[in-house]
Each structure stands twice: as C-alpha cells, then as structure tokens.
C-alpha cells in the first residue's frame, strides 16, 4: 500500500468520523431546541396512528437515525406507552425521517459547478460562528451554536470523505466492484445490510454511498440494491435491543424488520426487471441526489403502500414471536400498577421524550393516588370496610412508584437538557413527592375508618354530612391537580388555587363548629378526636395537589 493511498484511506476515515460526529453534535442540539414540542407529541400519537407516522419521521429528521428512533419504538412498546399497532406508524415514519441525511448530503450537487452555492464552501464558517454562540452566548443561541457546529462537522466530513475517493475514481476495481453488485441483487443487498449493521446507521451508509456517487464510480442498479440492504441493516439495531424486552417489544422489531424486507423484495424485483429491460439505465452512473431521490421514494411508497396493512404486520409479528403459556399466565398475575410502570431505558436515545415518559407516570402515579383517595372517603363515608386492605396495597404500589420514578428522573437529569427541562425534571421530583404524601393521607383516612369500626364509633348526622361537602372538594382539587400536570391547562391551575382556598375555609369552620358540638355534649369526644384527625388530612391533601399545580404553573 503506497503512501498515497494509506493518506486517502486516513482521510476517508477521518472524513466519516466527522461526519459521524456532526450528525451527533447537530442532533443533540435540535432535541435541545424542540424541547417539549417534539416530546408532547407523543401524547397525540396514542391516539392517532398517522400521527405516529408523523412523528417517527419527527424523531428521526432529529436525531438522524432511523435505528435510534427505532429502539426508541421498543422502549414505548415495552414500557407500555404505545401499543403494537400505534408503534407501526412510528416505525414508517421513521423510515421517511432517515431520508433527511441524504438530502443535506445531496445539497452540494444541488449547488451545482458555482462552489459558493455549495454547503461545504460555508462549512468552516458555520463551525466559527457556532464556536462563537457556544462560548459567548447562552440558551436558544448556544443551542443554534451546537446545530451549526454539527452541520459544519457534517459538511467538512463530507467534503474530506470525498476529496479522499476522488483520486480512484477511474480505478477499475471501483467499476468492476459495482458492476457484479449492480448485476446481483442478493449481494447488493448483502452489501448494503452489512455496512449499515456494522455502522449502526442506514444514515451514515448512505452517506458514504452518496460520497462515492459524486465521483461517479456508482451504478444506478448497484446503489438501488445497496440502499435497499440499508433499509435492512437499519433493523438490526432494533432486533438487538429488543433483546431482553417484553414480548410486544420483541414483535416490535419484527415489524419494523419485516416491513422494510418487503419494501426491499417490492423494489429490488422491479430493479432486476429495468436491468434486463433496459441495462443502459441500470448500469448508467447515478449521482447523490438521485440516490437522495430514491431513497425518499423507496420510503415514502412503501409507508402508503404498507400503512393499510398495519393490522395484518402486527398479527404477522404474533405468528414470529408466539405468546408461551407461562408468559400469558404472567400477564394476568400482574396488576394494573405493575403493567402501568416499566420505565425503560432505551428512551434516553432521546432525553425530551425520556423526559416526556417521565410526566406520564408523574401522571400515571398521581391517578393512582386520586383513586386511591376515593376509594378511603368512599370506606369513610359509606362504611366499605371490607376495602380497607385495598387502600393498604394501593399505597404499597404507590410507594413502589415513588421510588423508581425517583431513580428514573435522577437518570434523567444527567441527560442532555436545557435550562427548561432541567427545571421541569425539578417539579417532577417535588410533584413525586406531593403525590405519594397524598397516597399517605388517603391511607390515613381509610385507618381512621377501621378506629372507627373497631371502637364501634358512628358520626354524627351533621358531622357526616359535613364530610361528605369536605371530601368531595378535596377529591375535586387532587384530580384538577392531576389534570393540570397532564395537559398544562392554565383553567385546571385556577381551578385548582379556588378549590384549595374552599379547603381551606372549610376545614377552619367545620374545626371550629366541631369543637362547639363538643363543648356542648352533642358529639361524642372520641369521634370528635377522629374527625378532626380527617379534617387535618383533607386539608393536607389539599396543600400538596396546590403544590403540584404551582410547579405545573412554573413551567408555563
């Protein structure tokens, strides 16, 4: 090996390190700056699978990787987030988003012979002005500083892969390499499945695809058939991850690995028919912006051609990965609580929707408590004492929740976010806090329930009927509180301030007649003790879900 090519292959590899790290650099700055509004997505998506769609091509014009996005997927399905059919959107729309790379890598052809139109001629500038906003500025313009920097990161790298194939461009064993690629389907595909697997990213091999293109040492054939075995590639990261997971996690992978297979047989036959029919275009050169083309076609037709079909590749992904029966009994031993919480790591690929899974189980942990809530007013009110056990084991998965969700938002924090989420992953741990409090108290009134049945204690007419007034706006406060935390709603925060001042004014007049009674004999001493102990509780409960609606407020 000459001391020419040993330089270009150093070159190629520094080239497609800065590439690499551009692509990085650039998308840890976009997450940063989409902030809430990439992550709140996510709520819609639940709802509307063509949303999903959406935002899978969101995720991955962000991150720059389909694969990334992909284990994304997997975390969902796993933690319980999206279910199979909704997670079929995410996983075409991802595969659209991926096409984002290779337009930006295209732009410098679009630029055309004027090199001043051409990205790459602006790209140290870029880097400068960026180094420049990350050292002297802060929030929203270090943010536009580390997109710049990625950008510039990714042009220079683009621009070094390609001065270094230059050279070889007319080398012979660059034609033939391509010729017996472009002439053989199964090994085009071979191809392009093991560099994108060996990369981890169909983004970055296309990349290198499209670099080789621009000297036109590329084949039309060879290049569809590479980019379809990188659609195929792509999985392989998702199937990996998904090891370990919960079987829908598992099926999720299935899907996405099957629904690009299908789009690479659709495409690749068609391909084979062109190079018999007409092998003056098959075997012509294609540029990078014809590869930038079809790759957006190729993704773009097999979503529409495929998205009807969502049912059919989620039943196919049933027949792959069968429910075993130990598995099925598993299902049905674990309760709502245990199913609800399975925060999963594989979310951090992108810290504002990790952060957004982590205000769906604030959420999710704050429901349990209002119901929790209920179910003690109910023992307290109507005498169920048969469910005081319920409320003990409700409080015991509360408990449970508090802890994990409380591990799961210090890994959060580590991740990169902005001063905002930061901030918002503050509320988080307090509204935690607040929530398993109001879990506290709910146990503490369904206690003072069992004193009461075990003391053989009975409120008075007008007693009960002042708990019943009491407890029904304190229930009402938990849950706009909750409500407030899930939707941002500045009325539910009003709501919940009104309600929290009723509480209040109540608790001090009730405690107040209440003690009137009892100088006077009306109320037996006892009870009077335990219904002033409830009024104490309520009251409490009231404080804490005003605490959750003011970090909501602190957000806004």
Request: hydrophobic residues 45%.
């Given at each position: 090996?000459?001391?020419?090519?040993?330089?270009?292959?150093?070159t190629?590899?520094?080239g497609?390190?800065?590439?690499?790290?551009?692509?990085n650099?650039?998308?840890?700055?976009?997450?940063?700056?989409?902030?809430?509004?990439?992550s709140?997505?996510?709520r819609?998506?639940?709802?509307?699978r063509?949303l999903?769609?959406?935002?899978?091509a969101l995720?991955?014009?962000?991150?720059h990787?389909?694969a990334?996005?992909?284990?994304?997927?997997?975390g969902f399905v796993?933690?319980?987030?999206?279910?199979?059919?909704?997670?079929v959107?995410v996983?075409?729309?991802?595969?659209?988003?991926?096409?984002?790379?290779?337009?930006?890598?295209?732009?410098?052809?679009?630029?055309g012979?004027?090199?001043?139109?051409?990205?790459?001629?602006?790209?140290?500038?870029?880097v400068?002005?960026?180094?420049?906003l990350l050292a002297?500025?802060?929030?929203?313009?270090?943010?536009?500083g580390?997109?710049?920097?990625?950008?510039?990161?990714?042009?220079?790298?683009?621009?070094?892969m390609?001065?270094?194939?230059?050279?070889?461009?007319?080398?012979?064993?660059?034609?033939?390499?391509?010729a017996?690629?472009?002439g053989n389907?199964i090994?085009?595909?071979?191809?392009?499945?093991?560099?994108t697997?060996?990369?981890?990213?169909?983004?970055?091999?296309?990349?290198?695809?499209?670099?080789?293109?621009?000297?036109?040492?590329?084949?039309?054939?060879?290049?569809?058939?590479?980019t379809?075995?990188?659609n195929i590639?792509?999985c392989?990261?998702?199937?990996?991850?998904?090891?370990g997971?919960?079987?829908?996690?598992?099926?999720?992978?299935?899907?996405?690995?099957?629904?690009?297979?299908?789009?690479?047989?659709?495409?690749?036959?068609?391909?084979?028919v062109?190079?018999?029919?007409?092998p003056?275009?098959a075997?012509?050169?294609i540029?990078?912006?014809?590869?930038?083309m079809?790759?957006?076609?190729?993704?773009?037709?097999?979503?529409?051609?495929?998205?009807?079909?969502?049912s059919?590749?989620?039943?196919?992904?049933g027949?792959?990965?069968?429910e075993?029966?130990?598995?099925?009994?598993?299902?049905?031993?674990?309760?709502?609580?245990?199913?609800g919480?399975?925060?999963?790591?594989?979310?951090f690929?992108?810290?504002?929707?990790?952060l957004e899974?982590?205000?769906?189980?604030?959420?999710h942990?704050?429901?349990?408590?209002?119901?929790?809530?209920?179910l003690?007013v109910d023992?307290?009110?109507n005498g169920?004492?048969?469910?005081?056990?319920?409320?003990?084991k409700?409080?015991?998965?509360?408990?449970v929740?508090?802890?994990?969700?409380t591990?799961?938002?210090?890994?959060?924090?580590?991740?990169s976010?902005?001063?905002r989420?930061?901030r918002?992953?503050?509320n988080?741990?307090?509204?935690?806090?607040?929530?398993?409090r109001?879990g506290?108290?709910a146990?503490?009134?369904?206690e003072?329930?069992?004193?009461?049945?075990?003391?053989n204690?009975?409120?008075?007419?007008?007693?009960l009927?002042?708990?019943r007034?009491?407890?029904?706006?304190?229930t009402?406060?938990?849950?706009?509180?909750?409500?407030?935390r899930?939707?941002k709603?500045?009325?539910?925060i009003?709501?919940?301030?009104k309600?929290?001042?009723e509480?209040?004014?109540?608790?001090?007049?009730?405690?107040d007649?209440h003690?009137?009674?009892?100088?006077?004999n009306?109320?037996?001493?006892?009870?009077?003790?335990v219904?002033?102990?409830?009024?104490s509780?309520?009251?409490r409960?009231?404080?804490?879900?005003?605490?959750?609606?003011?970090?909501v407020?602190?957000?806004?």
């Open positions: 090996m000459t001391i020419d090519l040993l330089g270009s292959v150093f190629f590899i520094g497609l390190g800065m590439f690499l790290y551009g692509m650099v650039m998308g840890d700055g976009m997450q940063k700056a989409a902030g809430s509004k990439m709140s997505f996510l819609l998506v639940t709802n509307n063509l999903g769609v959406a935002l899978g995720i991955t014009a962000v991150l990787s389909s990334a996005t992909t284990v994304m997927v997997v796993n933690a319980g987030i999206l279910n199979l059919t909704q997670a959107g996983i075409m729309g991802a595969n659209i988003g991926t096409t984002i790379t290779a337009w930006m890598v295209s732009l410098n052809e679009l630029g012979a004027m090199k001043v139109l051409q990205p790459s001629f602006f790209a140290p500038l870029f400068g002005i960026g180094s420049f002297f500025c802060k929030k929203k313009k270090s943010l536009v580390e997109i710049l920097i990625g950008m510039g990161f990714l042009f220079v790298g683009l621009t070094y390609s001065g270094a194939v230059t050279p070889y461009a007319d080398s012979p064993i660059f034609a033939k390499a391509f017996v690629l472009g389907p090994l085009g595909i071979l191809v392009g499945a093991g560099v697997a060996l990369l981890q990213s169909s983004t970055a091999s296309v990349g290198i695809l499209q670099t080789l293109a621009m000297s036109g040492i590329v084949n039309t054939s060879a290049a569809i058939y590479i379809l075995g990188q590639g792509t392989l990261t998702a199937v990996l991850s998904s090891t997971a919960n079987r829908n996690a598992k099926r999720a992978s299935v899907i996405h690995l099957s629904f690009n297979m299908a789009g690479a047989v659709l495409f690749g036959i068609l391909m084979y062109v190079t018999i029919v007409r003056d275009i075997y012509g050169s540029d990078s912006l014809r590869i930038s079809f790759h957006t076609v190729f993704n773009v037709t097999n979503t529409v051609l495929l998205f009807p079909f969502a059919l590749l989620v039943k196919f992904s027949m792959v990965v069968k075993t029966p130990e598995e099925r009994l598993e299902e049905q031993r674990k309760t709502e609580e245990e199913v919480l399975q925060l999963d790591q594989r979310v690929q992108s810290p504002p929707m990790a899974v982590a205000v769906m189980e604030v959420v942990m704050g429901k349990m408590a209002e119901k929790n809530l209920r003690a023992i307290l009110i169920d004492h048969d469910r005081i056990k319920d409320v003990s409700n409080e015991e998965a509360i408990d929740m508090n802890k994990k969700l591990e799961y938002l210090v890994q959060v924090n580590n991740l976010l902005n001063e989420q930061k918002q992953v503050s988080l741990f307090y509204s935690v806090s607040d929530i398993e109001i506290d108290h146990e503490n009134l369904a003072s329930a069992q004193y009461m049945l075990d003391h204690l009975q409120f008075s007419d007008i007693g009927e002042d708990l007034w009491i407890t029904g706006v304190t009402s406060v938990v849950t706009s509180a909750i409500a407030a899930q939707d709603n500045m009325e539910d009003r709501k919940v301030s309600l929290e001042d509480v209040d004014t109540l608790e001090e007049e009730m405690r007649k003690i009137d009674r009892l100088s006077k009306i109320c037996n001493p006892s009870t009077g003790v219904f002033l102990d409830i009024l509780n309520l009251e409960i009231s404080d804490h879900a005003y605490n959750i609606a003011g970090y407020k602190d957000e806004m």
